[in-house]
């Protein structure tokens, strides 16, 4: 009985270990393994200020550099259109004079690359709108609406304007109507701020480096667009 007994242990024993062995093995295969590293994607900002490097393009600037610190595969780009020619009457069919320059198609597949997962439209506010910069640069994006490469996009706005009420959340509801238009999935600044989106006061006494409320809103709002524009990015490579 004594010899059954034991034996009986032995093979329980041995049982037992063997358990324990294979399950060790699986726990240290899945440690060893490398998680599958994360597909690159890309925010852009699109300065449409007519002046190059002023207060729009450091707001986007601040934009930028909140969504790259979201996660280290997230890269940050910076266009600026001032000093380009983009006429907005080709949108409308009318053909330009003869010579005349036209930068806008050198955009386009910058727009359209498939690691850009989110979009940023900075604008100054002119008589709460949006510049004319702006509204020629948008009007000749109908051109990616034919196949709507902009679907699925995040999309952000951030404007500045010359007073601290300057009419900056107008300025953001006109650019965010065509970019709705795009099938691009909009985003406000996001919290604790959490409104339409980024809205800097240029005229702030010290500069803007003073307007600590509208910084903060542009640091939200790139925060916002990158995280939003990873999950969205998930789920297609899923």
């Avoid at 949108?91 to 320059?101: F, H, I, M």
Wanted: hydrophobic share 45%.
């Amino acid at each position: 009985m004594a010899s059954a007994l034991t034996r009986r242990r032995f093979l329980g024993t041995a049982g037992t270990v063997a358990a324990a062995s294979a399950a060790t093995s699986v726990v240290l295969a899945a440690d060893s393994s490398q998680p599958a590293p994360r597909a690159p994607i890309k925010i852009l900002g699109v300065c449409c200020s007519p002046r190059k490097g002023k207060t729009t393009a450091t707001a986007l600037q601040v934009c930028l550099e909140a969504a790259k610190q979201v996660a280290d595969n997230v890269s940050v780009e910076l266009i600026e259109l001032a000093g380009l020619k983009i006429p907005g009457c080709v949108a409308a069919d009318v053909p330009l004079e003869p010579g005349e320059q036209d930068d806008f198609p050198g955009l386009v597949p910058r727009l359209t690359d498939p690691k850009v997962a989110g979009i940023i439209i900075g604008t100054p506010v002119y008589f709460g709108n949006m510049s004319a910069l702006c509204k020629a640069f948008l009007d000749r994006c109908i051109v990616l609406r034919k196949d709507f490469a902009l679907s699925g996009k995040v999309g952000g706005v951030v404007a500045v304007g010359g007073a601290r009420n300057g009419g900056q959340e107008l300025a953001i509801a006109s650019v965010q109507a065509v970019l709705f238009c795009h099938e691009m999935l909009l985003v406000g600044d996001g919290r604790p701020t959490g409104h339409r989106g980024a809205t800097v006061w240029s005229g702030c006494p010290g500069g803007i480096e003073k307007d600590e409320f509208g910084l903060s809103t542009a640091r939200n709002l790139g925060r916002r667009v990158a995280e939003v524009a990873l999950r969205v990015h998930a789920v297609k490579e899923s």
